[in-house]
């Protein structure tokens, strides 16, 4: 298997990839039992030097439900009729979710509301209040 060039400066090695063909289930005509033309990529991020290991650990996190029993991120594709389309659209699924990990997190500061947005939600909610009361029969 060929290179999976990532961005400008980060490629995935070519021994880090394997995939595998199968028989794709859905529509297919009479060639559906005959041709295997669904794909499995795999990525074994243990061989894979072009990923810190920051980056690996997001992507393990986000791939989770995508991990075999050894620890390989597995990308699928059945969309089309065609086993080299498959197997380029399972490049792309993994491409654009190295892409995903590759970005960084900006942690989250915690901030105080400020005194107008306090007063302006306390004024919503005394009005509803209001409107609610007018709302009550004298019986009440």
């Known amino acids: ?7 400008d400066t ?11 063909a ?21 990525l074994d991020l243990d061989l894979c030097d072009s990923l810190d290991s920051t980056t690996k ?10 991990l075999d029993a050894d620890g390989r991120i597995m990308m699928t594709s059945e969309t089309t ?19 995903r990990a590759l970005e960084r ?3 989250r500061r915690a901030t105080k509301p400020s005194r107008g947005s306090v007063a302006r939600r306390l ?5 509803v209040a209001d409107k609610k009361r007018g709302r009550r029969s004298e019986a009440d």
């Open 1 to 7: 298997m060929l290179p999976l060039p990532i961005n």
């Open 10 to 20: 980060i490629t995935l090695p070519a021994r880090a990839l394997s995939w595998s």
């Open 22 to 42: 199968a028989r794709s289930s859905g529509p297919g005509g009479q060639n559906v039992n005959k041709v295997a033309s669904k794909v499995d990529v795999r």
């Open 57 to 66: 650990a997001r992507l393990r996190t986000l791939a989770r439900l995508r």
């Open 81 to 99: 009729r065609d086993q080299r389309r498959n197997l380029e659209d399972a490049r792309d699924k993994l491409r654009l979710l190295v892409l």
């Open 105 to 107: 997190v900006k942690p």
């Open 123 to 127: 004024d919503g909610k005394r009005h």
